[in-house]
């Protein structure tokens, strides 16, 4: 992974982040607009303090970076116009959340299995892990239209948007409810 692409991971995620609050914001309707937070240090300073309070933080990074770098292998192993949409994000999403929920109702409470540490790890941590598939997915999808130029700009803007709103709506979950 280049340096260049890992800053554009690195502030999409971060732009993202701030995008969930203003979107979180613009769901619940809020009547008092003075709750409404410009400052985006402030905003994210909220979120990683909510975060840290849940989750080890160092655990939500390293989950966040690995999946990320799997999507972005993804994307630099097949450059056509179908994997380069919202499709296998959509996939992730929808399959994400429902793996989540059966490994949570199946879990074994006590156990040494590889599996069943991987399976409890991906229960407690899946929105973090989805939201960092799908923000290298989006990061990678801008490079494939901007460098490779295996996409046009309708159908990157169409799938980035897409992308873009199930982040926040997967983070939206587990930060402000």
């Given at each position: 992974?280049?340096?260049?692409l890992?800053?554009i991971?690195?502030?999409y995620?971060l732009?993202?982040?701030?995008?969930?609050y203003?979107?979180?914001?613009?769901?619940?309707?809020?009547?008092?607009?003075?709750?409404?937070?410009?400052?985006?240090?402030?905003i994210l300073?909220n979120?990683?303090?909510?975060?840290?309070?849940?989750?080890?933080?160092?655990m939500v990074?390293?989950l966040?970076?690995?999946?990320?770098?799997?999507?972005m292998?993804l994307?630099?192993i097949?450059?056509?116009?179908i994997?380069?949409?919202?499709?296998?994000?959509l996939?992730?999403?929808?399959a994400?959340?429902?793996?989540?929920?059966?490994?949570?109702e199946?879990k074994?409470?006590?156990?040494?299995?590889?599996?069943?540490?991987?399976?409890?790890?991906?229960?407690?941590?899946?929105?973090?892990?989805?939201?960092?598939?799908?923000?290298?997915?989006?990061?990678?999808l801008l490079?494939?239209w901007i460098?490779?130029?295996?996409i046009?700009?309708?159908?990157?803007?169409?799938?980035?948007?897409?992308?873009t709103?199930?982040?926040a709506?997967?983070?939206?979950?587990?930060i402000?409810d």
């Amino acid at each position: 992974m280049s340096s260049e692409l890992f800053l554009i991971f690195i502030f999409y995620s971060l732009g993202v982040l701030i995008f969930t609050y203003y979107f979180n914001n613009f769901l619940s309707q809020t009547s008092d607009n003075s709750l409404i937070s410009t400052n985006p240090l402030y905003i994210l300073g909220n979120i990683f303090k909510k975060i840290s309070s849940n989750y080890s933080v160092s655990m939500v990074v390293l989950l966040w970076f690995f999946s990320a770098f799997i999507a972005m292998l993804l994307l630099f192993i097949a450059t056509n116009w179908i994997i380069n949409s919202a499709i296998i994000p959509l996939i992730v999403f929808f399959a994400g959340s429902k793996t989540a929920i059966y490994f949570e109702e199946t879990k074994v409470t006590i156990s040494e299995s590889s599996s069943n540490i991987i399976e409890t790890i991906y229960a407690r941590y899946y929105r973090y892990i989805i939201s960092g598939f799908l923000s290298g997915f989006a990061t990678k999808l801008l490079d494939n239209w901007i460098n490779i130029g295996a996409i046009s700009f309708l159908w990157f803007l169409i799938n980035f948007l897409i992308i873009t709103i199930i982040i926040a709506l997967v983070l939206k979950e587990d930060i402000f409810d």
